[in-house]
């Protein structure tokens, strides 16, 4: 909502600056957004004339002007097609500042242009900061005198200020109900708005019929006005309409539109002779259209209020005029509507309809129900000013009012509330000023303005007294201390979750987090089934479905960086996955991708490709922080078709696939244009959890023994298909008390072995706690770890 | 008797003036070895008279001495230098990076950082961590919050909708669908804090279709707005670290709180640059206010015997005007080298943990 302070000194009488007026305007809830105050800026503008006009030698569109200030004659080289002999403009002189905008300065130099000489520029309103237009420069009329300084002519009509207006205050969406706004916050004296009774020349001779008095459109009114003639608004409305931004149509619309502004009344004007027959209001039915003011067709749908002649639609209430009886400069009988339409049914038609309009704005807020009258008066006296003619009756049908609601509250739930005592005297005056009617002390009764529809609840007149009264005033009281009976402690997820990110940070992968929204194309690659959850209204289509999967993601993101000339690099995400529409069904996922070589080319490291075994110690490490050891897991070589066969397993736990790990298959990177090798695990963190035991407290001891280990090596030939993993078990099962560890130190496959074989070393440390093993106990052992991998794997012992 | 006086003193001698091991070990030889001079003198005292014996056995017991004393000193002195001599050679490029230097460079997430921050200082402050689901339905998302269908608040949120037939589903345009997730466990008294991913239908400068929020509410018998003064500015002041910062309440609108405020920090602004705790200018960076009661009504909470507040503030946001990143969809670019300048250390991120 934007406002002059000269428009807003028509209703309020106030000796603050404009800074005092924009914070009082924040502090009562009308937060001021921007304020044009060109008086700071314009001290070095000059009043000056073009004395003559040449054309520039050099350029065909500057002109070379012979400008007079007042005291000398300067060239001066313009760009303006407005520029002409005998113009009064304004000047800025050499080492005048420009400000545009809070960054953006310049300073007005001596200059030469395109080879002339030029002292000066002559200035558009932008220059000035007067108007965000630079059509031309300024034309000032004989009421300018060359030579003066320009900033004396701002006044208060030049003052722009922008509030945003919550969508519960519509009675602010006008110039007078700001103004009373402010009165209510003491900010100067309110000039109560008066309005003319017109006396009727004649009866409005039009049949009215509003079938919607009992639900969407309480209240509507017309009247007639003949004779008009609409010509231009006057000079000090169109500069109003240009400093706020309303576009200027003709006297007669224009009106209207000051109206809504100035008051908060929305009208609509028709040509009289246009309409065919008989007024009627109703519900639009499905199929019929509508030709706007805007020239848009547009389709109505079931339910939409709209005000129709015997043609059909010619207006959409409440939201936009028709084509068809708009009024023109030929327009000579107009007829004025002013109406309440319930918010609900504009918001509805507004929204499918998606038309924006000052109209719209303030019924779908709530306008004054009572302003429906007045309204038409208003406008009746503005037109009879500016257009002249006859006015005819009022006609009006319309339901009868209902009775006021009253709210009532004690005088203590203020404190309650604000946890400070207001006093009486305070709240007394406040909702007077706001307009409201009451009665009582410790239980008040009030009735609320009809302009405050929002007030409905006392918590909403808790609300007036608090932001008048300042909430800058409200002292800052601790909560009251006491131990937070229901206090739990952070869940294992949630504490897990920042765990694992610092760990897999400390393992030199940077954290990114990635829409959850996915392409569904993309998806479909990496998802067998079709059950997404799509977006009605996505973004684009590259954001269409919520991801099933964190791969697609950061696979995209890894392209991002490689397309930088960036390869040796890891990411993980560890965020939500949608796998259903309930709650339940939204599971947090980890996913790491390692791109590049594990060591970049440097002096003291070899370079080396990554390989599944990296992505293996990455996963172990989350296991870790679970206290879950891989070993004791099931890993199975079945995993996604885009890992590769080969080099890739998926993770079970107690028969639930928690997990995959591997190396990517180069078909799902190609679809990514990634010609890096790229290895990856995912890991369902919702479920795998639900595994997740905290350790106890205290430790068990610790045991070590005082005897020495003994080591020895074996080398088996085994199948390849075999894990040595299994091996391991199967050695510790042979004597679980004395063997403390087996280590692989030896995987061979090749030429120089049977190519369905593979040779495995493996180290086995073997230790007592009671004592010191002989060579035959140790060779016991021995004999009996290689009898039972044979027998089991048909190994052979190398 | 013989006089051994100067076959002890060229010994002695001769002993000093060695420089390696090996003229040390031949020395000894020489004379203590199994032919070596002194031995055999030792050998041949049985000849002697029983006072030469005595004499000459004293004698050369202390030379014994006094050389295996002096040997032991030179062979010290003589490693001593051969590992002088040796470190001296073995000289490195000691500005060489090393193996760690490309290595430890990556970074959590600031938003991660941001949050755990904020999660903490609420934590300690006494409210509960809880979270609520991304997608939600209408119910939870807008009805419960006092945001009926039609009602103007709907349009400063632009809904992303999920296909759905059976109910209507949408993303969360906000984190307090916890609120009332919470509030229909109808116990008393409630603190809580909810961060978490949310969504609108915007993209531009300024605007991301996801982004994260944090909502507390604290629900009692007898909390006020003076406490919800309180609990802010003690929140702001921990979270930037800063105890002169200065707050602005200022009286806004949600449909979900009545009377409802909007936070402002103040800060200078000097050639771009935000620096908060000092000026006159005013940086919005929450917005809070009393629990309106029909929220707590269609939870089913007596609204006459329990009041509350509520905030909800911006991670992001946040997370901007604490440490300065200019462009809020950097946050989702996943640039390496964005992440590594804005990024923080593992060991810089706080644990979550309180008492």
């Given at each position: 909502m934007k406002f002059t302070v000269g428009w807003l000194k028509d209703y309020l009488e106030f000796d603050y600056s404009v800074e005092e007026l924009c914070n009082k305007l924040t502090d009562i809830g009308l937060e001021v957004e921007k304020v044009l105050d060109p008086s700071k800026n314009l001290k070095d503008f000059k009043i000056a004339k073009i004395l003559k006009k040449n054309s520039h030698p050099n350029a065909d569109k500057l002109s070379l002007c012979e400008v007079f200030d007042g005291n000398e004659n300067l060239q001066i080289v313009c760009g303006a097609n407005n520029a002409r002999e005998n113009l009064i403009t304004v000047l800025a002189p050499v080492n005048t500042i420009i400000f545009q905008g809070e960054k953006n300065e310049f300073k007005i130099r001596k200059s030469t242009i395109r080879g002339e000489e030029s002292n000066g520029m002559l200035c558009s309103e932008e220059e000035l900061g007067l108007s965000d237009s630079s059509e031309g420069i300024i034309e000032l009329d004989e009421n300018y005198k060359i030579g003066d300084n320009y900033s004396q002519y701002i006044n208060d009509e030049d003052i722009i200020i922008e509030v945003a207006i919550t969508?519960?205050r519509a009675d602010c969406a006008g110039v007078y109900g700001i103004a009373r706004d402010l009165f209510a916050a003491d900010f100067g004296k309110l000039k109560k708005k008066k309005i003319t ?31 008009v003639e609409n010509k231009n608004s006057s000079a000090y409305l169109i500069k109003r309409f240009e400093k706020t931004g309303l576009k200027v149509i003709s006297s007669l619309v224009d009106v209207t539109n000051f109206i809504t502004i100035d008051y908060c009344r929305p009208l609509?004007v ?23 003011l805007d ?26 005029g028709?084509?068809?009886?708009a009024c023109d400069d030929?327009t ?24 924006q309009s000052d109209a719209r704005y303030r019924?779908?807020r709530?306008i ?7 309204g038409?008066?208003y406008a009746s006296y503005m037109i009879l000013k500016s257009c002249g003619g ?43 000023k ?33 932001r008048l009264?300042g909430?800058e ?326 | ?203 531009d400068i300024t ?39 200065k707050?602005r309440?200022r009286p806004s ?9 909007e936070?402002d920090v103040n800060c200078s602004i000097t050639s771009g640059k935000i620096i908060l705790?000092e000026g006159d200018k005013w940086m919005e ?41 200019p462009d ?28």
């Amino acid at each position: 909502m934007k406002f002059t302070v000269g428009w807003l000194k028509d209703y309020l009488e106030f000796d603050y600056s404009v800074e005092e007026l924009c914070n009082k305007l924040t502090d009562i809830g009308l937060e001021v957004e921007k304020v044009l105050d060109p008086s700071k800026n314009l001290k070095d503008f000059k009043i000056a004339k073009i004395l003559k006009k040449n054309s520039h030698p050099n350029a065909d569109k500057l002109s070379l002007c012979e400008v007079f200030d007042g005291n000398e004659n300067l060239q001066i080289v313009c760009g303006a097609n407005n520029a002409r002999e005998n113009l009064i403009t304004v000047l800025a002189p050499v080492n005048t500042i420009i400000f545009q905008g809070e960054k953006n300065e310049f300073k007005i130099r001596k200059s030469t242009i395109r080879g002339e000489e030029s002292n000066g520029m002559l200035c558009s309103e932008e220059e000035l900061g007067l108007s965000d237009s630079s059509e031309g420069i300024i034309e000032l009329d004989e009421n300018y005198k060359i030579g003066d300084n320009y900033s004396q002519y701002i006044n208060d009509e030049d003052i722009i200020i922008e509030v945003a207006i919550t969508p519960n205050r519509a009675d602010c969406a006008g110039v007078y109900g700001i103004a009373r706004d402010l009165f209510a916050a003491d900010f100067g004296k309110l000039k109560k708005k008066k309005i003319t009774k017109i006396e009727s020349k004649f009866k409005t001779e039009i049949k009215l019929v509003n079938k919607l008095k009992d639900s969407d459109c309480p209240n509507f009114s017309i009247r007639l006005i003949k004779n008009v003639e609409n010509k231009n608004s006057s000079a000090y409305l169109i500069k109003r309409f240009e400093k706020t931004g309303l576009k200027v149509i003709s006297s007669l619309v224009d009106v209207t539109n000051f109206i809504t502004i100035d008051y908060c009344r929305p009208l609509h004007v028709f040509d009289y002779d246009k309409i065919q027959g008989n007024l009627i209001i109703r519900h639009s039915k499905k199929g019929e259209s509508f030709i706007g003011l805007d020239d848009e067709n547009y389709e109505l749908d079931e339910g939409m209020v709209v005000i129709c002649d015997d043609s059909g639609v010619i207006s959409l209430a409440g939201i936009l005029g028709g084509k068809t009886t708009a009024c023109d400069d030929k327009t000579k009988n107009v007829l004025i509507e002013s109406a309440y339409f319930l918010p609900a049914s504009i918001i509805k038609s507004g929204r499918k309809l998606n038309i924006q309009s000052d109209a719209r704005y303030r019924f779908e807020r709530g306008i004054d129900p009572d302003s429906v009258v007045d309204g038409i008066e208003y406008a009746s006296y503005m037109i009879l000013k500016s257009c002249g003619g006859e006015p005819g009756s009022i006609v009006t049908d319309s339901k009868k009012i209902n009775e006021k609601k009253t709210i009532k509250i004690e005088k203590a739930f203020f404190e309650r509330v604000l946890g400070i005592e207001i006093s009486d005297k305070f709240i007394h005056d406040k909702l007077k000023k706001i307009g409201c009617d009451f009665n009582g002390n410790d239980n008040l009764a009030v009735i609320p303005p009809s302009w405050r529809s929002d007030i409905k609840i006392k918590e909403d007149l808790v609300e007036e007294i608090a932001r008048l009264y300042g909430l800058e005033k409200i002292p800052s009281i601790p909560l009251d201390s006491q131990i937070n009976s229901n206090k739990k402690k952070i869940s294992n997820i949630q504490a897990l979750r920042n765990k694992i990110k610092k760990l897999l940070v400390s393992r030199n992968i940077f954290e990114i987090i990635t829409w959850s929204f996915t392409d569904e194309k993309t998806l479909k690659l990496f998802e067998e089934k079709e059950k997404f959850l799509k977006i009605t209204n996505p973004i684009s289509s590259e954001l269409s479905c919520l991801r099933s999967n964190l791969l697609p993601n950061i696979l995209s993101a890894i392209k991002k960086n490689i397309n930088k000339n960036i390869v040796n690099f890891s990411f993980f995400e560890l965020g939500p996955v949608f796998l259903g529409k309930e709650p339940n069904e939204q599971y947090d996922n980890i996913c790491v991708v390692r791109s590049g070589k594990i060591n970049e080319k440097s002096w003291i490291n070899k370079e080396r490709n990554l390989d599944f075994f990296d992505i293996k110690a990455d996963l172990s490490a989350v296991l870790n922080c679970l206290n879950i050891d891989i070993n004791n897991l099931d890993i199975f070589r079945k995993s996604k078709p885009y890992y590769h066969p080969g080099k890739s397993a998926s993770l079970l736990i107690s028969d639930q696939t928690v997990g995959f790990f591997g190396e990517l298959s180069p078909v799902i990177l190609n679809s990514f244009d990634i010609k890096n090798q790229l290895v990856a695990f995912e890991l369902n963190l919702t479920k795998l959890q639900k595994f997740y035991k905290n350790k106890e407290k205290s430790k068990n001891p610790l045991v070590t023994s005082q005897y020495q280990a003994s080591k020895r090596d074996f080398s088996f030939e085994i199948d390849k298909d075999v894990f040595s993993l299994e091996i391991i078990k199967l050695i510790k099962n042979t004597d679980h008390k004395l063997i403390k560890d087996v280590k692989v130190f030896d995987s061979y496959e090749g030429e120089k072995i049977n190519e369905k074989k593979k040779a495995v070393g493996f180290e086995v440390t073997i230790q007592s706690y009671e004592k010191t093993l002989t060579d035959s106990e140790i060779n016991e052992i021995s004999e009996n770890i290689i009898s039972k991998v044979k027998k089991k794997y048909n190994a052979k012992l190398r | 008797m013989k006089n051994y006086d100067q076959l002890i003193d060229s010994a002695l001698v001769e002993l000093e003036s060695c420089e390696t091991l090996i003229s040390l070990e031949e020395l000894r030889l020489e004379y203590f070895g199994k032919n070596g001079e002194v031995t055999s003198i030792l050998k041949s005292l049985s000849k002697l008279s029983e006072k030469d014996k005595k004499e000459v056995g004293k004698k050369f017991n202390l030379f014994k001495q006094n050389f295996f004393k002096n040997l032991e000193k030179k062979k010290n002195i003589i490693e001593q230098s051969q590992i002088e001599e040796k470190l001296q050679k073995e000289k490195i490029d000691i500005s060489l990076p090393t193996r760690e230097e490309e290595k430890l460079n990556s970074k959590i997430h600031p938003i991660t950082h941001t949050a755990n921050e904020i999660i903490s200082i609420l934590g300690s402050m006494g409210l509960n961590y809880e979270e609520g689901p991304d997608v939600e339905n209408d119910f939870y998302n807008f009805t419960a919050l006092n945001i009926p269908e039609n009602h103007p608040a709907r349009e400063m949120h632009d809904t992303f909708y999920i296909e759905n037939n059976l109910e209507k589903l949408v993303l969360r345009t906000h984190t307090s669908p916890v609120q009332i997730r919470n509030l229909q466990k109808k116990k008393f008294p409630l603190r809580i804090f909810a961060p978490g991913r949310t969504y609108r239908c915007d993209s531009d400068i300024t605007h991301t279709p996801m982004f994260h929020q944090v909502e507390g509410l604290v629900v009692d018998h007898s909390v006020t707005f003076a406490n919800l003064k309180w609990f802010l500015e003690k929140f702001c002041k921990t979270f930037f670290d800063n105890e002169k910062l200065k707050l602005r309440f200022r009286p806004s609108y949600f449909p979900f709180t009545e009377p409802s405020a909007e936070v402002d920090v103040n800060c200078s602004i000097t050639s771009g640059k935000i620096i908060l705790g000092e000026g006159d200018k005013w940086m919005e960076i929450l917005g809070c206010g009393m629990v309106h009661p029909n929220v707590l009504k269609m939870s089913g909470v007596d609204d006459d015997q329990l009041k509350g507040f509520a905030f909800g503030m911006g991670i992001e946001r946040l997370s901007m005007l604490k440490y300065g990143m200019p462009d809020l969809r950097d946050f989702y670019d996943s640039n390496i080298n964005w992440l590594s300048h804005y990024g923080f250390s593992f060991l810089e991120t706080t644990d979550l943990s309180w008492r």
